[in-house]
């Protein structure tokens, strides 16, 4: 279970308004795409669902209750690039969440209980196909190959809210659909909450049960800062049939 | 006829090239050593590689007559000890500040200042006070090259656990890493290679404090010998003597540069 509540927050800087009046009411098991043009807030509002960023009006929360100012197991990330360890093997980066859970102290785990974790890790490793990887560092993995390292090793923390930034914005065409497939599987099969922002219409289409675009409603041409962007267009997506999911939001609304 | 920056040495060749110079040096000075020999037999200033090779035969195969010790190896040992006493103490200090300067805000607001202006003594400076408070025994000596090598390898190291990407902190919060944890599992791992590297530049100033603290006062010592025998003008003992601490910090360099391909291959470079 994961509901998110975001009531009527502000970010602003200074004098440089970044997001206005952000109000929001996002369901359990959401897939929400948000898309918008540059420095239009998204990423300060997925940062501030993430706790690197505090609201300076207003609040968040999650299940009801306010989330934690920093970040937490609760919720997972997969950014752009730089989301993995690249001192630790693939396998080593996907039984890390699970390891540090495990052992408060040491970090690490011994025996047979890390055995078990590896070959939690192993599993997931084979559902994202990357089992054949998992000796090697991230740097001798292709753009693809390290996003799906960095979705698993999310994903096998088991967070209520996923929040994916541009997770796909750096890899080719042909290997973002097969992304697209893994995510849509990951998010049916764990019961979660995501957000994902985008820079590609298509995809958040695609994708998303619940598409949200940032912009700003009011400009001032003699202070471009002294507004901020809020949710412009707010759609519930029908999702095609064939995609494997359990529970399609039908209604369409702004 | 391709340009000159497209040329290049196949291997054999390359090997050749680096070796060259070494050997005209050499060259150089068994012409220059025979030309002032022959005006003047008793010159002591480029004694002929046959003195050398028997000088240094007295001093690394037979025993010295009043302390009994065979002086070229004791030295050696005497130096190699405490520079590596004074290398082990640096390192554990500078990654200590270094991590908590670089994960810990408070930490960096209390510490920061003062590290950066540590880091601006010059040694030497101090090293009457070192001597004057911790005798003129070994602590003194090591103290010395801590104080000369910790700072900057601590200031360079806290430098590089900033420059982690911020993703990866974050990253590592999201599957629930505590703040030991992430010391842990994620700051000191990426730390151990870059420590390496900031010892491997630091190497050059440790002897530089050896030598010197050595010089000053001290009964054994490759830097204690070479001033020791300054006053005689024996250059067939400075010479190789001179040459062996180089051959040592060469050694050292390679040693610590293998390590590092060893223990860190995720941190190497791909080819």
Same mark, same amino acid.
């Given at each position: ?46 940062? $501030? &669902? ?10 968040? =929360? ?16 997969? +950014? ?14 996907? $039984?890390?969440?699970?390891?540090? @859970?495990?052992?408060? +102290? ?20 084979? /559902? ?29 923390? @088991?967070?209520?809210?996923? &929040? ?19 995510? =849509? ?6 019961? $979660?909450?995501? +957000? ?20 700003? &409603?009011?400009?001032?041409?003699? /202070? ?11 759609? @519930?997506?029908?999702?095609? /049939? ?13 | ?9 196949? #291997? ?69 000890? #405490?520079?590596? *006493? ?6 554990? %200090? ?13 930490? #960096? ?26 005798? %003129? ?16 390898? *601590? #200031? ?18 999201? %599957?629930?890493?505590?703040?030991? !944890? ?37 009964? !054994? ?6 001033? %020791? ?37 995720? *941190?190497?470079?791909?080819?």
């Amino acid at each position: 279970m994961a509901t998110v509540s975001v009531r009527n927050v502000w970010k602003e800087y200074g004098a440089q308004v970044v997001l206005e009046n952000v109000r929001l009411e996002i369901a359990d098991h959401e897939f929400v795409t948000i898309i918008g043009a540059s420095g239009c807030g998204k990423t300060t509002f997925l940062k $501030m &669902l993430l706790g690197m960023e505090q609201p300076t009006r207003g609040q968040i =929360l999650i299940d009801g209750k306010p989330i934690r100012p920093e970040p937490d197991p609760d919720r997972g990330v997969v +950014f752009q690039r730089y989301s993995s360890f690249p001192h630790l093997t693939v396998l080593e980066n996907v $039984m890390l969440g699970l390891e540090l @859970k495990a052992a408060r +102290f040491a970090g690490r785990l011994f025996g047979g209980r890390r055995r078990a974790t590896r070959e939690a890790a192993l599993a997931m490793l084979e /559902s994202v196909g990357l089992a054949h990887a998992r000796d090697r560092y991230p740097a001798q993995l292709s753009g693809g190959m390290q996003q799906r390292m960095s979705i698993a090793q999310a994903v096998i923390c @088991k967070p209520k809210i996923l &929040l994916l930034d541009e997770p796909f914005g750096a890899l080719d065409p042909g290997v973002t659909a097969d992304m697209h497939q893994l995510i =849509l599987r990951l998010w049916a099969e764990n019961r $979660m909450t995501i +957000f994902m922002v985008s820079h590609d219409i298509q995809e958040s289409f695609q994708l998303g049960t619940r598409l949200l675009t940032f912009d700003k &409603l009011r400009h001032n041409p003699q /202070s471009p800062e002294a507004y901020g962007a809020s949710v412009t267009y707010d759609l @519930k997506l029908a999702r095609r /049939s064939r995609d494997e999911i359990d529970s399609p939001k039908l209604a369409v609304g702004a | 006829m391709r340009r000159l920056i497209n040329q290049h040495p196949g #291997r054999a060749a390359g090997l050749a090239l680096g070796v060259l110079p070494f050997i005209a040096l050499l060259f150089v000075y068994v012409i220059a050593s025979q030309l002032r020999l022959a005006e003047n037999a008793g010159d002591k200033l480029l004694p002929s590689l046959g003195t050398i090779a028997d000088t240094f035969h007295n001093y690394a195969f037979e025993a010295d007559k009043r302390s009994g010790e065979v002086l070229f190896w004791a030295d050696t040992w005497a130096s190699l000890k #405490r520079i590596g *006493a004074a290398l082990a103490i640096s390192s554990s %200090l500078a990654v200590l500040l270094a991590v908590c300067i670089g994960v810990i805000p408070r930490a #960096r607001a209390l510490l920061s200042p003062l590290l950066n202006t540590v880091a601006m003594i010059p040694p030497l400076a101090v090293l009457p006070i070192l001597f004057i408070v911790l005798g %003129l025994e070994e602590t003194s000596k090591i103290a010395l090259i801590v104080i000369g090598v910790a700072p900057c390898v *601590a #200031r360079d190291l806290a430098l590089r656990v900033t420059e982690l990407p911020r993703e990866q902190i974050i990253k590592a919060q999201t %599957l629930g890493a505590s703040t030991w !944890q992430l010391i842990l599992r994620v700051v000191l791992p990426q730390l151990w290679p870059r420590l390496i590297d900031a010892l491997r530049l630091s190497m050059g100033s440790a002897w530089l404090f050896l030598i010197a603290a050595e010089a000053i006062a001290s009964t !054994q010592g490759l830097g204690y010998r070479i001033f %020791l025998v300054r006053r005689y003008l024996a250059m067939d003992v400075i010479l190789p003597y001179v040459a062996w601490i180089t051959l040592l910090a060469v050694f050292a360099d390679l040693a610590l540069r293998a390590l590092r391909t060893k223990a860190f291959r995720w *941190a190497e470079p791909e080819r």
